[in-house]
Every structure is written in structure tokens, then in C-alpha cells.
């Protein structure tokens, strides 16, 4: 096998790397207090061309796909966790989405904008009763001639204030629910009736937003239906598996920032006469962060190959988004103890890293869910 990236991978990386250092590290103290990733932080992304990173060249993108977009979430996860996030609903689930479940005209018509950056995606699927359980939503859509009528509410919606296109999944036959009973649609911004509601305020990945987003009544033609009728499930699954991958990513880059942070802190602080990291107790703290790295990379860039290469990922891509999410939580709650006070305090990043690493273990599907996945495909199909 091998694990060597190419030339065009290798410039993506480095590409990645230079504009994070550049663009998104000076900002992130900004962001956080703000609250907000600046629009023009998004649009450099665009400039650079980091959107389409991972839609395929005939739309408009750089075709690099799943390993592509890795390398890209990896690297802007080190600067900042929220810049990242945003930056993967669009390039990582709403974009994606599209490139699952449109149509070959739908995919002509609007992923060369979202490559481009012009036209900024958005994924909801989740409601206030209906999180794991998507067969519960009640966020519904009626035929009306050549239009759907969208009635409800969804919740946790990342950028959803901000997105110029949103992929929303409703219950269109209530009897089959999950089982052919949900349907996509594609949402633009503007559309009568489609209202942004309140913004959480959350623990950590704070620039970020998390919006709850209202349908009243929002009249949408059908060929803003994304695939067939029935095939939103699935749709949404398959969007899912490629945004738990990508958020292995991140738990990659969070890990590496907060491990590379304790080496330096373990290389210059002094107890009991000696550098701290000469302290065998500390030593294996850093060893085990080494192991857990190495271990969230090698899953991440497997399964990225899996999905690239057109074989399939569901399992690993669970795999990979249980373990990197729980391995982060494992290096940076180390940093923390190798920081000490330090590391408790909001004046210096670790604070932040720890906070922003917490919720890797809920969205993209709780990792009680992703068990679950596992467990079921283990039992159909063993090992």
C-alpha cells in the first residue's frame, strides 16, 4: 500500500497550512471573542480555492476529494475549530449533499457556484425531538401542483444564518417516515416564509453559528427537490458518512494543536530541577497523545482512501468519527494536566481547545449512534 500523497495533495496541504498560519491564527482570538467567523475570512477561502476542494472538476472544483478535503479540515482545525466548522457546511455537507443526491442537472446548476464560494451551503436535518431519530421530525412538505409547502422547524443548524442555500429534509409521507417518508429540498435564502431564529451560545466552537431556522408556509418549485421523493434518508445518510469523515479531520488537527502546544510547554517548563517533560509521568501523558494521534490519522486517511477509490465507508467512517472524537477528548484533557493552572486559564488556547473538542462526541450523529451503526453492520456482515 501507499500512504505517500501526491504532488497536488502535497500543494493542497501546504496551501492549506500557509493560509491558516496567515489568515485564520491572527483572527482566531477575534473570533472567539466575537463570536463570529468574518465573511471575508470565507470569501479568502473561496479566493484561494479551498470551497471546492472536494467537488469534482466537471462542477467546477478541484477534484481531490475526500482525502483532499481531510487534509484541508486538518489544517484550518489548527488555527481555529469554529473557522473550520463553518467552513465544513458548506464544503463538507452542504455542498455534499448536493453531489449525492442531485441530479446531474441539479449538480450542472448550482455546485460550480458552491465551488466558486458564491453560493454558501448549509445542512439541516435535526429537530428539537428529532436528533438520532430523524423517522421523528415533523418539519413536513405538501404537493401543491409543481410546488412542496414546507411547514416546521429545525435546530442546530450551523450556519444557517449565513448559508445561501440550504439542504433541508422533511417528512413527506408520515406512514413510511424514515423508510421512504423523508424527502430533501434545497432552500435559498430569502425564500417567503423561511426565517432565521435564535442563535445558541455554546460551550465551545463559538465564531461559529448555530441557528434554528422556521418554515412557514415556504412555497419551493420542484426542482428544488434534491433526488427522488422518498430518498431524503438516504441522501442524508450518505451526506452524513462523508461529514463524519471530515470531522475526524478536525479532531485530527485539534489533537495535533493541543499535543504540539504540551511538547513545547514540556520542553521549556522547569520542576524539581528538570524540564517537565523529563518527569516519566508527563513523558507518558505525551506518549499516549502520540499513540491517540497516530491512530485518529491513520483511520481518517484510510477511510478518506475508501471513499475516494468508490468502495464503501459507512462502518470506517463511524469508526473513525467514535475514535478520533473520543481520542481528542483523551490528548486534550492531557494538555490541560500538562499545562496545569496554565492550561485552566482562558488566557492561553489549551482552555479553548478543550472546550472547542467537546461536542465532537454529539454532532454528526452522538456517539451512542455511530455504536449503534457499528454494532449493526458488524452483526450483518462481521468483520
Not at 463570536?35 to 472544483?61: N, S
Not at 412557514?216 to 463524519?244: H, N, P, Q, W
Not at 477511510?303 to 467512517?317: H, I, V, Y
Request: proline content about 2%.
Amino acid at each position: 500500500m501507499d500512504f505517500q500523497l501526491s504532488e497536488d495533495l502535497v500543494l493542497l496541504r501546504d496551501l492549506a497550512r500557509d493560509f491558516t498560519d496567515q489568515e485564520i491564527r491572527p483572527r482566531a482570538a477575534g473570533i472567539e471573542r466575537n463570536h463570529e467567523v468574518p465573511r471575508e475570512l470565507l470569501d479568502k477561502l473561496a479566493e484561494v480555492g479551498l470551497t471546492g476542494v472536494a467537488i469534482p472538476e466537471e462542477y467546477g472544483g478541484s477534484g481531490l476529494g475526500e482525502t483532499g478535503l481531510c487534509l484541508v479540515m486538518e489544517e484550518l482545525t489548527r488555527g481555529d475549530f469554529a473557522t473550520a466548522v463553518t467552513f465544513g457546511a458548506h464544503a463538507s455537507i452542504g455542498a455534499m449533499s448536493v453531489l449525492v443526491g442531485g441530479t446531474e442537472e441539479q449538480k450542472r446548476r448550482w455546485l460550480p457556484d458552491m465551488a466558486a464560494g458564491k453560493l454558501l451551503g448549509a445542512y439541516a436535518l435535526s429537530e428539537a425531538d428529532a436528533g438520532s431519530d430523524p423517522g421523528a421530525m415533523k418539519t413536513t412538505a405538501v404537493k401543491d401542483g409543481n410546488e412542496w409547502v414546507l411547514n416546521g422547524e429545525k435546530v442546530w443548524i450551523t450556519s444557517g444564518d449565513i448559508a445561501d442555500l440550504v439542504t433541508v429534509f422533511v417528512m413527506t409521507d408520515t406512514q413510511k417516515r424514515a423508510h421512504g417518508g423523508i424527502t430533501a429540498f434545497l432552500v435559498p435564502k430569502g425564500a417567503k416564509g423561511f426565517t432565521v431564529g435564535k442563535r445558541e451560545e455554546k460551550m465551545g466552537q463559538r465564531g461559529s453559528s448555530t441557528v434554528t431556522l422556521a418554515f412557514e408556509d415556504v412555497r419551493i418549485s420542484d426542482d428544488y427537490r434534491l433526488g427522488e421523493v422518498g430518498a431524503g434518508f438516504k441522501i442524508a445518510m450518505g451526506t452524513l458518512d462523508r461529514g463524519r469523515l471530515a470531522l475526524s479531520a478536525n479532531c485530527l488537527g485539534c489533537a495535533k494543536e493541543a499535543h504540539a502546544l504540551s511538547v513545547g510547554y514540556a520542553n521549556q517548563r522547569e520542576t524539581f530541577g528538570k524540564k517537565l517533560g523529563e518527569h516519566q509521568a508527563i513523558g507518558f501523558m505525551l506518549a499516549d497523545s502520540a499513540a491517540d494521534i497516530y491512530a485518529i490519522e491513520s483511520m481518517t486517511y484510510r477511510t478518506a482512501w475508501l471513499c475516494d477509490t468508490k468502495q464503501s465507508f459507512s462502518r470506517e467512517s463511524a469508526i473513525s468519527k467514535l475514535f478520533a472524537s473520543e481520542a481528542l477528548d483523551r490528548v486534550v484533557d492531557r494538555a490541560v494536566q500538562i499545562h496545569g493552572g496554565m492550561g485552566y486559564s482562558s488566557e492561553y488556547v489549551i482552555e479553548k481547545l478543550y472546550r472547542d473538542a467537546r461536542v465532537t462526541r454529539i454532532y454528526e450523529g452522538t456517539n451512542e449512534i455511530q455504536r449503534l451503526v457499528i454494532a449493526r453492520d458488524v452483526l450483518k456482515r462481521g468483520f
